[in-house]
């Protein structure tokens, strides 16, 4: 059995005590109000930046939020490198609110500008409709790079589990002319592998904040009809080739049902001749960097990021 690093071990011990019932246990609603209950009490206060702002795109289910920040000590109307970023919570938790302070601190470590995307969520929104929102995101980003003094030649993506399946997707769909290609993609705690067949499956049960039963619960809302998760839209694991794609980090934690399918992606990425880093923690838990009032490494794997970022970049 893996140790567990102190900081998720406590936070485990808070989650007990307060009692709080397992996403899976829950509706969909209650679950979205029950995540942004406990914001507060896991994520720091967030940084300030240079501008935040919320636009609204034509998307492909109609309107479709984003929300654009610009890192601190950035100069208004510097066309700045960005990351377009894709929040996680198993396509069904989470929005804008759940991943802002996240998304302040890449833009200040990396000095670039985040675009956000509020893409639709299961199970009233059902898969591709997630995938087919962070396309559009790209999209868009792109083209109107002049307009929201992006650098159209330094655009990235990025994201949180499902959002790290969402920033796998666009990268494949860049390379593949669906979209404008990223330069760089950063996936964090990825899930590739919506099959749901590697061992963490099996191993992950109990005492973590992601157990293997709560992301049943959230792929079966995504793709109820089983067979879509062997589309490489919802299972960027079993496309027929990653080769082309953009350089990446991708960072898996080792008490995570995720975490096989996540080293594997980095594998696949290197055997086929993508540029990969990859950062296991087997001491962490997925989830670390929205919990970084109780989980301190999230700063560091935000630090990496960022630089890794502004290398390729530069």
Not at 22 to 43: D, G, I, K
Not at 208 to 224: A, C, D, K, N
Not at 284 to 299: D, E, F, K, S
């Amino acid at each position: 059995m893996r140790a567990m690093h102190p900081d998720p071990a406590g936070l485990m011990a808070l989650i007990r005590a307060a009692g709080r019932p397992p996403f899976e246990t829950l509706s969909p609603v209650e679950a979205r109000s029950a995540y942004a209950a406990s914001r507060n009490v896991v994520q720091l206060e967030p940084q300030e930046v240079a501008e935040c702002r919320d636009l609204t795109i034509d998307g492909p289910g109609g309107a479709l939020p984003l929300r654009l920040y610009r890192g601190a000590g950035t100069t208004a109307g510097t066309p700045l490198p960005c990351l377009v970023f894709y929040h996680g919570g198993g396509w069904v938790i989470g929005d804008l609110e759940s991943h802002d302070a996240l998304c302040r601190a890449l833009a200040n470590a990396a000095g670039c500008a985040v675009v956000a995307v509020d893409y639709r969520l299961a199970p009233e929104h059902r898969f591709p409709a997630a995938a087919l929102d962070a396309q559009a995101a790209m999209t868009f980003v792109a083209r109107e790079a002049a307009g929201l003094a992006i650098d159209p030649s330094r655009i990235a993506v990025g994201g949180d589990s499902a959002g790290g399946n969402l920033a796998a997707v666009v990268a494949l769909m860049g390379r593949d002319g669906m979209c404008p290609a990223p330069m760089f993609q950063v996936l964090f705690y990825p899930a590739v592998d919506l099959a749901m067949t590697s061992d963490g499956y099996a191993l992950i049960t109990e005492g973590v904040p992601l157990t293997s039963g709560t992301m049943r619960w959230f792929v079966e809302h995504y793709t109820p009809d089983a067979k879509d998760r062997l589309d490489w839209r919802a299972s960027p694991l079993r496309a027929a080739s990653l080769a082309g794609v953009a350089p990446a980090l991708v960072v898996t934690a080792g008490h995570d049902p995720l975490c096989d399918e996540g080293q594997a992606y980095a594998r696949r990425l290197e055997q086929e001749g993508v540029r990969v880093t990859a950062l296991h923690l087997a001491d962490q838990v997925h989830g670390l960097l929205t919990m970084n009032r109780v989980i301190a490494a999230g700063g560091p794997v935000i630090a990496l990021a960022a630089a890794m970022l502004r290398d390729g970049w530069r």
